[in-house]
């Protein structure tokens, strides 16, 4: 195999290895055997492309036109041109599978399921890295840059999958980045000619500075392999052992905390495990609280504010994070005017819910709680930092409960320009009808706060809107209009709904994360379930900050400033805790004679009831999963890969430095001879086992078109054999290896491209495994006959015997 087609090879299998660490995004992993198969016709064709040759660049755009046109084949067959040529509409239709695909990624939880629009992403993204990969280290002959795309395939996937496995998919990634390197490596050597290097032990006492102009691996080339491994080792070992670094790239907790502060905030979006928590077979307990809030039915409990419409999601925006502060700030935007009441809420986490964000109720005003937390203020949020997670954790947090008048809300002035410019964008892809909606909707109102509440009533009560958590709309602009014209969907519907049409009419709003108050229980205690998850928006008006609502119908609780009868504006006297509530968390309530069979499930009878437990919405790829997954890509690679990969093999052995005395020299030679017919037949000229060296050269040299060097070649192998066979004290033969190769390369020079990757790919003397198998078998069955044989006879001998005693 030549140097450039070891480089392809070797591409090809360091992108789909790289493509491993997609496997655990999606609940099925056929997609990654179509990507294989439309990635080796890409190859394939950049190789004969090569083979030409064409111009580099031009190789490069003839692999992207075919992948677009496979794409298409694929995914967009009934609108292309003759089913094949990607036309106009073809190229709308996959524009609708991306878009489709964006909305899915945004909606679902990881493993997704394999949509249209997500294979597209996958298979398209797989063919895309492949391309760069196969430019980069085969057509520019560079394999070193060629890391960088299988880096941010491998990035990608890594932080869309939360850390499941990851370590498994980083070393298939990694070993298929060093496997390009040592080929590369391989290949630069070969253009040196000969190298002198150590040979390996040989049998006998044969010497340690032999030529290797094709055999084993030379010296650097072993010092290549060792040079490559150690780095994989440490690039595996100096993230778990270095705590800065474990969060990563992609990490939700922000990265680089430092000391008294600083650091940021990454970008997260919870939205897309919400529909699975909402679908929970069975509503097992998440948190569980007391508070001295006489009413908690607005209790919500919020983990995270998504302030960025970017057209595809609401997202959280990359802030910058702060040591918890003993006393939070006051809430942005609250005026001392407005009443409000301080509420005091012990809460304990499940031992298995965990979570970087922690659940407060809005808005906290000092939050007491151990570990490694952050604060952002903008959001007025804690998230964990260095892996900490709200996992069996007790807290006790201060909060207001702002209760402003409608007067108040009426009366809000505007708010301030940098606010509202930054809560009130929304992107140019919005479509038209959701503002004209929010128009008609809102038609009549005198101000935002009438506008907010028409809003909120529209889609809760008056709108004919369905509460359905089994609708996979996406959460894109264009679900947005999904929405508004199906009019069934769940609490993100509507909450980005509504959030999205209230920036439209010039009021800043965001979308929240979080659980709604959750269910009384015995003893004061409130019990939240993961069917508990919620989103709603709140919105922003001058003198009394950031304020809920609750469009989402048959959810949560409407607040009392949006209801016709609003409380007044005197602000109730602070309430105090019970006396009866402890100053620490409670896990459980106490016990109750009446406890029933679903209270006992659920942990309320008492303190040796445990709280109720809850599996993560994610809880990662089983590691046997990621094993059969790994075998079934491994698989899928070396399986066609067998039958040259045998022939390597045993060109190797055959060729490979042998010992000094007379008979290993015979050997090597008639193992020369018998590579010279396979690789022959390799080519076309089959073997004939009833002619003599002599004739089986001249008939190599004529079915083959050999000539000069070659036939030379043949005829002096030919030679070295009959001297082996018939002369009395034969003549030891050199350069034999030198001659196999000149053999193989006169062979291959007549030929076109399809025969010249069928010789390599599909040898024809691979056969002979079939032979020796079925030889073996043979020979294995008719052992096993002769002894069933002989002990048929022995035991009807001994049963025999019996009887002529008798007798």
Same mark, same amino acid.
């Given at each position: 195999?030549?140097?450039?087609?070891?480089?392809?090879?070797?591409?090809?299998?360091?992108?789909?290895?790289?493509?491993?660490?997609?496997?655990?995004?999606?609940?099925?992993?056929?997609?990654?055997?179509?990507?294989?198969?439309?990635?080796?016709?890409?190859?394939?064709?950049?190789?004969?492309?090569?083979?030409?040759?064409?111009?580099?660049?031009?190789?490069?755009?003839?692999?992207?036109?075919?992948?677009?046109?496979?794409?298409?084949?694929?995914?967009?067959?009934?609108?292309?041109?003759?089913? %094949?040529?990607?036309?106009?509409?073809?190229?709308?239709?996959?524009?609708?599978?991306?878009?489709?695909?964006?909305?899915?990624?945004?909606?679902?939880?990881?493993?997704?399921?394999?949509?249209?629009?997500?294979?597209?992403?996958?298979?398209?993204?797989?063919?895309?890295?492949?391309?760069?990969?196969?430019?980069?280290?085969?057509?520019?002959?560079?394999?070193?840059?060629?890391?960088?795309?299988?880096?941010?395939?491998?990035?990608?996937?890594?932080?869309?999958?939360?850390?499941?496995?990851?370590?498994?998919?980083?070393?298939?990634?990694?070993?298929?980045?060093?496997?390009?390197?040592?080929?590369?490596?391989?290949?630069?050597?070969?253009?040196?000619?000969?190298?002198?290097?150590?040979?390996?032990?040989?049998?006998?006492?044969?010497?340690?500075?032999?030529?290797?102009?094709?055999?084993?691996?030379?010296?650097?080339?072993?010092?290549?392999? =060792?040079?490559?491994?150690?780095?994989?080792?440490?690039?595996?070992?100096?993230?778990?052992?270095?705590?800065?670094?474990?969060?990563?790239?992609?990490?939700?907790?922000?990265?680089?905390?430092? @000391?008294?502060?600083?650091?940021?905030?990454?970008?997260?979006?919870?939205?897309?495990?919400?529909?699975?928590?909402?679908?929970?077979?069975?509503?097992?307990?998440?948190?569980?609280?007391?508070?001295?809030?006489?009413?908690?039915?607005?209790?919500?409990?919020?983990?995270?504010?998504?302030?960025?419409?970017?057209?595809?999601?609401?997202?959280?925006?990359?802030?910058?994070? @702060?040591?918890?502060?003993?006393?939070?700030? =006051?809430?942005?935007?609250?005026?001392?005017?407005?009443?409000?009441?301080?509420?005091?809420?012990?809460?304990?986490?499940?031992?298995?819910?965990?979570?970087?964000?922690?659940?407060?109720?809005?808005?906290?005003?000092?939050?007491?709680?151990?570990?490694?937390?952050?604060?952002?203020? +903008?959001?007025?949020?804690?998230?964990?930092?260095?892996?900490? &997670?709200?996992?069996?954790?007790?807290?006790?947090?201060?909060?207001?409960?702002?209760?402003?008048?409608?007067?108040?809300?009426?009366?809000?002035?505007?708010?301030?320009? &940098?606010?509202?410019?930054?809560?009130?964008?929304?992107?140019?892809? *919005?479509?038209?009808?959701?503002?004209?909606?929010?128009?008609?909707?809102?038609?009549?109102?005198?101000?935002?706060?009438?506008?907010?509440?028409?809003?909120?009533?529209?889609?809760?009560?008056?709108?004919?809107?369905?509460?359905?958590?089994?609708?996979?709309?996406?959460?894109?602009?264009?679900?947005?209009?999904?929405?508004?014209?199906?009019?069934?969907?769940?609490?993100?519907?509507?909450?980005?709904?509504?959030?999205?049409?209230?920036?439209?009419?010039?009021?800043?709003?965001?979308?929240?994360?979080?659980?709604?108050?959750?269910?009384?229980?015995?003893?004061?205690?409130?019990?939240?379930?993961?069917?508990?998850?919620?989103?709603?928006?709140?919105?922003?008006?001058?003198?009394?900050?950031? *304020?809920?609502?609750?469009?989402?119908?048959?959810?949560?609780?409407?607040?009392?400033?949006?209801?016709?009868?609003?409380?007044?504006?005197?602000?109730? +006297?602070?309430?105090?805790?019970?006396?009866?509530?402890?100053?620490?968390?409670?896990?459980?309530?106490?016990?109750?004679?009446?406890?029933?069979?679903?209270?006992?499930?659920?942990?309320?009878?008492?303190?040796?009831?445990?709280?109720?437990?809850?599996?993560?919405?994610?809880?990662?790829?089983?590691?046997?999963?990621?094993?059969?997954?790994?075998?079934?890509?491994?698989?899928?690679?070396?399986?066609?890969?067998?039958?040259?990969?045998?022939?390597?093999?045993?060109?190797?052995?055959?060729?490979?430095?042998?010992?000094?005395?007379?008979?290993? +020299?015979?050997?090597?030679?008639?193992?020369?001879?018998?590579?010279?017919?396979?690789?022959?037949?390799?080519?076309?000229?089959?073997?004939?086992?009833?002619?003599?060296?002599?004739?089986?050269?001249?008939?190599?040299?004529?079915?083959?078109?050999?000539?000069?060097?070659? +036939?030379?070649?043949?005829? =002096?192998?030919?030679?070295?054999?009959?001297?082996?066979?018939?002369?009395?004290?034969?003549?030891?033969?050199?350069?034999?290896?030198?001659?196999?190769?000149?053999?193989?390369?006169?062979? =291959?020079?007549?030929?076109?491209?399809?025969?010249?990757?069928?010789?390599?790919?599909?040898?024809?003397?691979? %056969?002979? %495994?079939?032979?020796? *198998?079925?030889?073996?078998?043979?020979?294995?069955?008719?052992?096993?006959?002769?002894?069933?044989?002989?002990?048929?006879?022995?035991?009807?001998?001994?049963?025999?015997?019996?009887?002529?005693?008798?007798?």
């Amino acid at each position: 195999m030549s140097g450039r087609a070891r480089l392809a090879l070797c591409a090809y299998a360091a992108t789909l290895m790289a493509s491993g660490a997609l496997v655990p995004l999606v609940d099925k992993v056929d997609w990654i055997a179509h990507a294989a198969l439309l990635l080796g016709i890409q190859s394939v064709v950049g190789a004969l492309a090569r083979r030409v040759p064409l111009p580099r660049p031009l190789i490069v755009v003839v692999q992207a036109v075919l992948a677009v046109v496979m794409l298409t084949v694929v995914f967009a067959r009934e609108q292309a041109l003759a089913a %094949v040529v990607p036309g106009p509409e073809a190229i709308q239709r996959l524009g609708e599978l991306l878009q489709a695909g964006a909305d899915d990624v945004g909606q679902y939880a990881i493993p997704a399921p394999a949509s249209a629009g997500i294979r597209l992403m996958l298979i398209g993204g797989v063919l895309l890295i492949g391309l760069a990969v196969d430019a980069l280290a085969v057509t520019f002959r560079s394999a070193a840059p060629a890391g960088l795309p299988l880096l941010a395939l491998y990035s990608v996937a890594a932080g869309l999958s939360g850390g499941g496995a990851t370590w498994l998919w980083f070393l298939l990634a990694a070993s298929g980045y060093l496997l390009l390197l040592l080929a590369e490596g391989r290949d630069r050597l070969s253009q040196w000619g000969r190298v002198f290097g150590g040979a390996a032990p040989s049998r006998g006492n044969g010497p340690s500075g032999l030529l290797t102009p094709g055999g084993g691996a030379t010296a650097p080339v072993r010092t290549g392999r =060792r040079i490559g491994v150690v780095a994989l080792g440490i690039a595996m070992v100096v993230p778990a052992v270095l705590p800065s670094l474990s969060g990563g790239l992609l990490n939700t907790a922000g990265n680089g905390r430092g @000391e008294g502060g600083g650091g940021t905030i990454s970008a997260v979006n919870p939205l897309v495990s919400l529909q699975d928590n909402l679908n929970q077979p069975e509503d097992r307990e998440v948190l569980r609280y007391r508070t001295n809030a006489q009413d908690p039915s607005g209790m919500y409990l919020r983990m995270v504010a998504l302030d960025q419409f970017d057209g595809t999601s609401w997202r959280s925006s990359v802030r910058k994070v @702060e040591d918890v502060p003993a006393q939070l700030p =006051r809430p942005e935007g609250l005026s001392e005017a407005v009443g409000g009441v301080s509420v005091t809420t012990n809460i304990s986490a499940a031992d298995s819910y965990e979570q970087k964000w922690l659940p407060l109720p809005y808005p906290a005003t000092s939050v007491a709680i151990e570990g490694r937390w952050r604060y952002e203020p +903008a959001g007025r949020m804690l998230v964990g930092d260095d892996g900490q &997670t709200t996992r069996g954790k007790q807290y006790t947090v201060t909060s207001l409960l702002v209760q402003p008048t409608p007067k108040q809300l009426a009366d809000a002035p505007a708010p301030p320009g &940098t606010l509202a410019r930054e809560y009130t964008n929304v992107p140019d892809a *919005l479509p038209r009808d959701v503002k004209a909606t929010a128009l008609k909707v809102t038609a009549g109102a005198a101000n935002d706060y009438e506008r907010a509440v028409k809003l909120q009533d529209w889609f809760a009560a008056e709108g004919g809107f369905t509460y359905d958590t089994q609708v996979s709309s996406g959460t894109g602009v264009a679900a947005i209009s999904r929405f508004l014209t199906a009019k069934k969907g769940f609490c993100v519907h509507f909450s980005f709904s509504m959030a999205a049409m209230a920036r439209t009419l010039g009021i800043p709003a965001r979308v929240a994360v979080g659980f709604t108050p959750g269910t009384q229980q015995g003893g004061g205690v409130m019990s939240v379930g993961i069917r508990d998850a919620h989103a709603w928006p709140e919105l922003y008006f001058e003198g009394v900050g950031w *304020l809920r609502f609750e469009p989402t119908p048959t959810r949560g609780s409407v607040p009392e400033y949006t209801r016709p009868e609003a409380p007044s504006g005197e602000a109730p +006297a602070p309430a105090q805790p019970e006396a009866s509530a402890s100053a620490a968390p409670s896990a459980a309530p106490s016990a109750d004679p009446t406890c029933t069979p679903q209270m006992r499930r659920l942990g309320e009878c008492g303190e040796t009831a445990a709280p109720g437990a809850v599996t993560p919405a994610d809880p990662g790829t089983p590691l046997t999963t990621v094993l059969l997954a790994a075998l079934g890509v491994a698989a899928a690679l070396l399986v066609p890969l067998l039958p040259m990969l045998w022939r390597m093999r045993v060109t190797s052995r055959r060729l490979g430095p042998g010992g000094r005395t007379a008979e290993d +020299a015979a050997a090597r030679t008639l193992a020369a001879w018998r590579e010279v017919i396979d690789t022959a037949w390799d080519h076309g000229v089959a073997p004939d086992e009833s002619q003599t060296p002599r004739r089986t050269a001249e008939r190599i040299v004529r079915l083959g078109r050999l000539e000069g060097p070659a +036939a030379e070649a043949v005829h =002096r192998t030919a030679g070295a054999v009959e001297q082996v066979l018939y002369a009395p004290r034969p003549r030891p033969a050199t350069g034999l290896a030198e001659d196999v190769a000149r053999i193989r390369t006169g062979l =291959r020079a007549p030929l076109g491209a399809l025969p010249r990757l069928r010789a390599t790919l599909a040898p024809r003397s691979a %056969v002979q %495994v079939l032979w020796a *198998l079925s030889a073996r078998w043979a020979a294995v069955a008719g052992r096993w006959a002769a002894a069933r044989h002989r002990l048929t006879t022995r035991w009807s001998g001994a049963l025999r015997r019996p009887s002529r005693q008798r007798g």
